[in-house]
């Protein structure tokens, strides 16, 4: 699962760079470290042809592989180093969905498993939308959101362009979720060589727990796929288990609302390996500052 793309910053003196987020070529189960060696190489070679094409000044990854010293020394090994800032979530919840579903609902928080039982009694209704439409109605609600939970959103163009890479291959689904007409929550979810990821969420804020049955129906269409195992993508980094999120310096940080969401539907944590930055021109020194003193001012 990956997306490559030029960005251009809208500030002149900073320019372009190519940037491949959610990079996992090949399972890591797939992938011995030679192999791996072997990929990013060959991945290297066409990313900085893009680069130099594009006249950009780095190239940024942001790979989906577990955090351990054989990886980072692969990425050390081809001249990388760690970005200033992550593109995508790098301490992330996931949750083993081989059991049954009663066994996963047993696993749950028991307040997750009853707010699930309870949209149901309530009317909610859960339903894809595996179209622009789709992507449209999920938009709506995701500009909410992003101003509720202080997060940069993705364009619309963005989230058009996701939906149309992975609908050939039915990779793709939009979850929706609304109660008496009106939708209450959404998510775009990416089915990918045994896991199903929430890639992107969103959600009005409402007495209806519509968000909880959205998620379970769409741990449950996993299960129909295949998967193995869900990923609830970003949490606050800090924690280890569920139990962590009752510490008060945890409950300031402005993921703890979305953690204890995530993290009461059961599972566990796993690390992915830093965004990595291969530098192309002496001009990526100012993009780290400047992106090293926003990650400073904002506090994680």
């Not at 301490?91 to 307040?111: A, D, F, H, Q």
């Not at 009694?121 to 992507?135: A, D, R």
């Not at 990779?171 to 060589?193: E, T, Y």
């Not at 295949?226 to 569920?242: D, M």
Request: positive net charge; charged residues 25%; hydrophobic residues 35%.
């Amino acid at each position: 699962m990956s997306n490559v793309k030029t960005q251009n910053y809208n500030e002149k003196l900073r320019g372009n760079l190519v940037a491949l987020r959610n990079s996992n070529v090949k399972t890591e189960e797939t992938q011995n470290q030679g192999s791996k060696t072997q990929t990013l190489g060959a991945l290297l070679g066409e990313l900085k042809e893009i680069g130099r094409q594009e006249k950009a000044g780095f190239i940024r990854i942001a790979p989906v592989w577990e955090r351990t010293k054989e990886n980072e020394k692969i990425f050390e090994d081809f001249g990388f180093r760690a970005a200033p800032i992550h593109i995508h979530p790098e301490v992330t919840w996931i949750l083993n969905i081989s059991p049954s579903e009663e066994e996963i609902l047993m696993g749950m928080r028991k307040t997750t498993r009853n707010l699930i039982r309870r949209a149901k009694k309530e009317g909610v209704e859960v339903f894809q939308k595996n179209s622009l439409e789709g992507v449209k109605d999920f938009n709506k609600i995701y500009q909410a959101t992003f101003d509720r939970h202080h997060f940069a959103p993705f364009s619309f163009e963005y989230l058009k362009n996701e939906l149309l890479a992975f609908l050939p291959d039915n990779q793709i689904a939009v979850f929706l979720a609304q109660h008496q007409g009106k939708i209450l929550a959404s998510a775009m979810i990416i089915f990918w060589q045994g896991i199903g990821f929430y890639h992107q969420g969103a959600s009005i804020t409402s007495k209806i727990p519509a968000a909880y049955l959205l998620q379970w129906e769409a741990i449950r269409e996993a299960k129909k796929r295949g998967c193995r195992l869900y990923n609830f993508w970003g949490i606050v980094p800090s924690i280890k288990t569920h139990q962590d999120l009752k510490n008060p310096k945890i409950k300031k940080h402005p993921w703890w609302g979305l953690s204890l969401f995530k993290t009461g539907f059961g599972g566990f944590r796993e690390e992915y390996l830093k965004t990595q930055d291969y530098i192309l021109s002496q001009k990526y020194w100012l993009n780290f500052t400047i992106e090293k003193a926003r990650k400073i001012k904002r506090g994680y």
